[in-house]
């Protein structure tokens, strides 16, 4: 998976390349993270990117010309590589909001490039002639978009086979099958009076998955009955799972 990331501040992305799950994934070749800053392809000297909105208001607009430069640059790469370019990607607030069927999306396209706005907004002639697509992670402002881009590759990134030390981890993970992760424990046993439960400590492996799912279904629906609904609308209920359900 090659992400091709178009900031202003390229060095924040140091959190995903060098640290954890991501940066192992990209010092082995299974994610690339490509950086690409609006102010080298600018001609002025001061590397201006950004620029007074017309029509007034508080607030300053990122240009048309250094983004569309950078894209073109990023493009010619991609042509050099004999990569594909997938789509361009706006962090901005009106995009859809970022969910785990459009990272396992993102894994699918194989090469995306998100476009980190900053200041007040883009420009819409810039958004018009070259964005495919706009996501967000909440209804809430945040000073750029290089902390959803670094969200949303931490997620399809961990998708990838082979970038987590067990293969079955991103399937059981939390919306991978549209509910909450169930309850989990480690050791010691017991610890404050307080006990794992028994149905995993005998090693019944139906009977722990029949408690796994039970537990799943009851946190989902007491914590987010919104993603219950959505489950049971696209068919992802059992009969055994309606009939728990209606029980609690």
Known sequence: MRFDVVSLFPEMFTALTQWGITGRACEQGLASINLWNPRDFCSDPRKTVDDRTYGGGPGMVMM???????????KSAHHAQNIQSGPICLLAPQGEIFCQKIAE?????????FICG???AVDQRFIDRNVDLQLSIGD???????????TMMDAVIRLIPGALGDG??????????SLLDYPHYTRP???????VPDVLLGGHHAKIANWRRQKSLELTLKLRPDLIESARANGLLSKEDEQFLRGL
Not at 105 to 113: A, Q, R
């Open 140 to 150: 809430f402002v945040l000073s750029g978009g290089e902390l959803p881009a670094m």
């Open 189 to 195: 046993e017991i610890y404050e009076n307080l006990s």
């Open 118 to 120: 900053r200041y007040e």
């Open 168 to 177: 079955e981890s991103a399937i059981q993970d939390s919306f991978m099958n």
């Open 64 to 74: 048309v010309k250094p983004l569309e430069d950078t894209i073109t640059a990023l």
């Open 105 to 113: 999306d993102i894994l699918n396209y194989g090469n995306l490039t």
